[in-house]
């Protein structure tokens, strides 16, 4: 690497000049340096707990895991009441993701996890990860929120994989390097904010013309986005990073996003397996519809 190019005095602490070979600095990386690790695999023996429903997720609420209980929570409302399920909160701070139980279901170590014990067909229990494909695999079984007509279907998918293609620049690139890094970049933070509002126009635009994502009809594609950008939309992740985004400019998005939050199924959603924010808007564990009203943090406490 040229010194002519990168002048090490203008580089990010000053002075900085990448080794010739990487080695992981366990202390380097902000706030959540201390659940990021360059290895896979499990650091402890600790199985998983299991409840009465067939469907038992492993999650937090984080937008990932808000994707998913938001569709359990929406299939449920339509009647779907196979889709009842266990919510087991797994505290990624503590490194429960690295757990040989949650391995075993996610070799990726990452929330969302679930597994079926009534797979469709019968047979053992079908672990299934990735948001993404938690999704699908939800919405094929329960013959909801995904069309099946092959045009309709196809741009739900197309937009259901725009968001898992594009979050990683929200959530790891201008979150991280806006709120989380242990030092402001200007490069970084510029670099980052430009492609969010770039995806910002993509979704402002497609909304002028269309209800939902997929046009006219509710499905997973909305589902997945508004956890991430709808939550953006409404100043309510990274500090301040709304005013500093200017997000109030989408209007189309902000038409989109109200009218999702205004769904119960919704709301019920983006309570499960939360750990912040007002008490009343946690609930850690969900194993029944009635914990809503009998089991949130500010009734049983700490």
Do not use: C
């Not at 309709?152 to 293609?165: P, S, V």
């Not at 989380?180 to 770039?198: D, G, H, S, T």
């Amino acid at each position: 690497m040229s010194d002519e190019k990168f002048p090490p005095e203008k580089n990010l602490p000053a002075g900085y000049v990448p080794p010739k070979v990487w080695k992981w600095d366990s202390e380097s990386g902000g706030t959540f340096a201390n659940i990021n690790r360059p290895i896979a695999g499990p650091t402890h023996d600790k199985e998983l707990p299991v409840g009465k429903h067939p469907l038992q997720l492993y999650s937090l609420a984080t937008p990932n895991g808000v994707k998913v209980t938001i569709l359990l929570e929406e299939l449920l409302a339509a009647g779907h009441s196979g889709a009842e399920y266990d919510a087991w909160l797994i505290n990624i701070g503590k490194g429960e993701q690295f757990g040989s139980g949650f391995v075993d279901v996610n070799p990726n170590s990452k929330i969302p996890a679930l597994m079926d014990h009534a797979p469709k067909g019968g047979g053992k229990p079908l672990r299934v990860f990735e948001s993404g494909s938690i999704l699908v695999y939800l919405a094929d079984k329960f013959g909801a929120f995904l069309p099946k007509e092959i045009r309709a279907r196809t741009e739900a998918l197309n937009w259901l994989f725009w968001q898992m293609g594009s979050a990683p620049f929200l959530g790891g690139g201008f979150g991280h390097f806006y709120a989380y890094a242990p030092m402001k970049i200007e490069y970084a933070i510029n670099r980052y904010a430009m492609e969010v509002k770039r995806q910002m126009h993509v979704l402002d635009r497609h909304l002028a013309d269309n209800e939902y994502m997929a046009g006219s009809e509710y499905t997973v594609a909305d589902m997945a986005i508004w956890p991430w950008y709808g939550r953006l939309a409404a100043g309510d992740v990274y500090e301040d990073s709304g005013s500093f985004l200017s997000v109030e400019e989408y209007s189309n998005v902000q038409r989109w996003r109200k009218q999702l939050e205004a769904r119960p199924a919704v709301q019920r959603g983006a309570m499960v397996n939360r750990s912040f924010g007002e008490p009343s808007k946690q609930l850690r564990e969900r194993h029944d519809a009635s914990d809503f009203e009998h089991r949130t943090q500010d009734k049983i406490g700490t």
